[in-house]
């Protein structure tokens, strides 16, 4: 069974970074894309980035250039290191597979003041 746990959230003010990881179980992790997706109030859970088995990265529009992701094999982790934040990155973060599995984690809280 698929086990995620993220962790790193906070509340920040505009402008500031932060970063997350995701401790992933359960799966063959070194052979599976990996993703961060996040999910507003109101609003459908969205991806925001993948990494495949060998690093190659992919990036939302809207994080693109801010948003950078990274994985350790070694480790069984993915992070997201968020710079520049927006009022509008305000979601609840969560790491899976690419697709996603059905089991998702706790997600964590990302809230940016403005």
């Known amino acids: 069974q698929v086990q995620l746990v993220e962790s790193g959230g906070g509340l920040v003010q505009a402008g500031g970074s932060l970063i997350l990881s995701c401790s992933a179980s359960g799966i063959i992790f070194s052979t599976n894309i990996m993703g961060w997706y996040r999910q507003a109030p109101g609003k459908q859970r969205e991806r925001v980035a993948i990494i495949g088995p060998s690093g190659n990265t992919g990036y939302a529009d809207s994080v693109k250039g801010r948003f950078t992701i990274a994985r350790d094999n070694a480790k069984n982790t993915v992070h997201l290191s968020m710079n520049s934040l927006k009022p509008e990155d305000t979601a609840v973060y969560y790491c899976?597979?690419?697709?996603?599995?059905?089991?998702w984690g706790q997600g964590t809280q990302v809230a940016v003041s403005s």
């Open positions: 899976n597979t690419m697709p996603p599995d059905e089991s």
